[in-house]
């Protein structure tokens, strides 16, 4: 079946610094989607892409969706003690519309 | 605005009970999907309607898990009997139709726990 491989699994970080994440897949997709989730909360969107090339940002958060449409990235810049979570991507595919997920990437901030 | 709602946010149950997750849906979206949530296996997608219609449910387990959504806002995964396997977060989710569901709006699911 369709895979998302997102890394890093975990980060840990110092409060302050920037952050990087991605996902890549063998499959084209039509839409990126990167979500957070919160625990014992259900994930929430933070940003959605929907063209090759796009970069959109939603405050300190940056996503770009990849030329070749197999991969995204998220950064965070500065990240705050609020910042910790699970962060998911999700592709969806031109084949159907079904949300293909990422494993998450565990943001911890080291005290 | 109220978001998707879950009940009950915590179970537990013992094996071979019968389990049923209530959710209602953003009012106005057209799409409702079940998910399931597991260290292992992360979120799985279960089953998804469209205008209270099933449309997928290729990622139900087994026939011991169904689902049904009689209206437009309410929704229901019943695990019948359950067992320690089924053990996880369920959520729900919900999307307006102009986003052809890409944008979901999630619940804070339901943990279940089968002894």
């Known amino acids: 079946g369709q895979q998302l491989n997102q890394s890093p699994q975990s980060m840990f970080i110092q409060e302050g610094e920037d952050v990087s994440m991605n996902c890549t897949s063998s499959s084209i997709f039509n839409t990126w989607l990167w979500y957070k989730q919160d625990p014992g909360e259900g994930p929430v969107l933070l940003i959605a892409l929907y063209k090759a090339g796009e970069l959109t940002s939603n405050g300190r958060l940056t996503a770009q969706f990849g030329i070749t449409r197999k991969d995204s990235f998220l950064n965070i810049s500065a990240s705050i003690p609020s910042d910790v979570g699970i962060y998911f991507c999700?592709?969806?595919?031109?084949?159907?519309?079904?949300?293909?997920w990422g494993a998450g990437t565990k943001l911890i901030i080291k005290p | 605005d109220a978001g998707v709602i879950q009940s009950p946010r915590h179970e537990v149950t013992e094996m071979g009970q019968e389990v049923t997750l209530r959710c209602k849906p953003i009012s106005g979206h057209d799409y409702l999907f079940w998910y399931r949530q597991t260290m292992m296996r992360g979120l799985e997608l279960l089953i998804y309607f469209n205008n209270n219609v099933p449309i997928d449910d290729s990622g139900m387990p087994e026939d011991r898990f169904s689902a049904k959504m009689p209206n437009a806002s309410f929704s229901t995964l019943k695990i019948q009997p359950s067992e320690p396997r089924d053990s996880a977060v369920y959520f729900c989710?919900?999307?307006?139709?102009?986003?052809?569901?890409?944008?979901?709006?999630f619940g804070p699911g339901t943990r279940l726990t089968v002894l």
């Open positions: 989710a919900s999307s307006p139709a102009e986003s052809s569901y890409n944008e979901q709006f």
């Open positions: 999700a592709g969806q595919l031109y084949s159907n519309y079904q949300l293909i």
